[in-house]
């Protein structure tokens, strides 16, 4: 669940969840599928993977990145095969050779994990030593915990067992134990998990709805008749908040908390700062008869304060009208 941005936080829903390596990334999905039947082999399969993958990381990153990636990518390999054998070994200890037995050939493919593989390259080794190892476990943990719900679950419904104890159940699927068992579940437990993610995720970047204009009527309302006890700045600031929040005057005016004559003077003396402040940050737009008629009032303003600009105007039309009527004289 940790995830390494660009202010060097961790964030804590990305290994176990944002990029679960089984219900999200759809990684190393086939020991899942064929052995965690019960929740034995799934503690065994979570145990050998996160000795492997942990230890081998942590081994793996002082091999210098000069070395060609090929080159760097089979010696992840061979140092996961080192300490592969004493996970087997103690998994046997734990767990019983049996457990270990019925794994297959499974447990040997942990080896090439996409961890060791795939993130040491693209994420592990450009990080910190330190959030480096708090990322690796995160992943883990991830898996582990998705290792583990899948055997529980198949092993409930299969059997009506968790652990060889027995749980009442009303129906048991017998097919949970086979391969095709697996894929179902896994498939369905990656659409369950993906559909929460996601709608978790969409309501969080919905914006809050902003209270009505009636909430913040009110809200005005007591604070000036006084019911909350608090601090002038927290006033002011709420004062404010209803002032911009405010759209219909009238409507804020007909409530009933302001019946108080005080508190309706004082109230009405905030709308007006209120109108002040948006008619001097936005001038509201007149109607088109309004602006017309002030267009020709301007117009008619700035003839009578420069008339020189318009007495040639005057003049060329008397001179015309006296060729006229010369014209008219000789003829």
């Excluded at 009933?256 to 709308?271: G, M, P, T």
């Excluded at 020709?296 to 006229?324: I, T, V």
């Amino acid at each position: 669940m940790w995830v390494i941005n660009m202010e060097n936080r961790i964030d804590l829903k990305d290994g176990l969840i944002k990029q679960n390596m089984v219900f999200m990334s759809g990684m190393l999905t086939a020991p899942i599928i064929a052995c965690t039947t019960t929740l034995g082999k799934s503690l065994a399969v979570c145990f050998v993977f996160s000795f492997v993958s942990f230890f081998s990381i942590l081994l793996c990153r002082f091999i210098p990145r000069t070395i060609v990636y090929t080159i760097r990518i089979t010696l992840y390999s061979i140092a996961a095969a080192v300490f592969y054998i004493p996970a087997i070994l103690l998994a046997e200890a734990i767990f019983g050779a049996r457990v270990i037995e019925s794994a297959g050939v499974y447990l040997p493919v942990l080896i090439t994990n996409a961890l060791i593989l795939s993130k040491t390259e693209t994420r592990f080794y450009l990080e910190p030593a330190g959030r480096m190892t708090i990322d690796v476990i995160g992943f883990m943990v991830g898996f582990d915990i998705s290792c583990t719900a899948t055997g529980i679950f198949r092993e409930l419904l299969a059997t009506g067992r968790i652990g060889g104890a027995e749980v009442p159940v009303l129906f048991t699927v017998p097919a949970m134990e086979t391969t095709f068992g697996g894929f179902l579940f896994v498939g369905i437990g990656a659409g369950l998990f993906r559909a929460v993610y996601n709608y978790r995720k969409k309501r969080k970047e919905e914006p809050e709805e902003e209270d009505s204009l009636a909430e913040y009527a009110e809200d005005v309302g007591e604070f000036l008749v006084g019911k909350h006890n608090r601090a002038e700045k927290e006033k002011i600031r709420i004062y404010r908040s209803a002032v911009k929040k405010t759209k219909n005057v009238n409507e804020l005016l007909d409530m009933e908390f302001l019946s108080n004559r005080d508190v309706l003077e004082a109230f009405e003396a905030i709308i007006a700062e209120g109108q002040e402040m948006g008619a001097e940050s936005a001038p509201a737009e007149q109607p088109p008869e309004e602006t017309a008629e002030n267009d020709a009032a301007e117009n008619k303003s700035a003839e009578n304060e420069n008339p020189a600009d318009s007495l040639p105007a005057e003049e060329a039309a008397s001179d015309n009208k006296a060729e006229e009527s010369g014209n008219g004289d000789i003829s």
